[in-house]
């Protein structure tokens, strides 16, 4: 079974859902492409150019078939920090460089690169790299949809 999948608004926590679409971030900034979902249904995705997808957002089909999409775990560089100014500098220096960044309370998350770990350190903060799923901030000119 082949479906083509649309982007539909974001499903409220009753939806149920036929399937489960596991996408890392570059694939979840990608208009076009064909998938294979968690249950193994082959999909092909063709949603707005410009729109990235973001955990939770459900796709339809087809007779109104509905996959949910999830964040797939990737290895990510992470740093927690409790110095409010330490942070804000951190994140003003990867931003500046426009570095795909998760910020949570106390810690950033972005994409494992050497060269940016580098300069994290010299910045005075640790780095560690954990496997997680990467949700980074939508910016202030796109939708958070």
Known sequence: MTELLKLTEVATPETQVDDVLTLSYEYRQKSRWPAQTDGGVKVGLFLPRGQRLHAGVILTGADHYQVQIKAASETVS??????????????????????????????????TDHVLDHMVKGLGLEVTHEVLPFEPEAGAYHSHG
């Open 78 to 111: 992470v740093v927690r920090c409790e110095d409010a100014l330490q942070f804000a500098r951190t994140c003003y220096h990867l931003g500046n460089r426009h570095v795909a960044l998760e910020i949570l309370p106390g810690e950033l998350r972005y994409l």
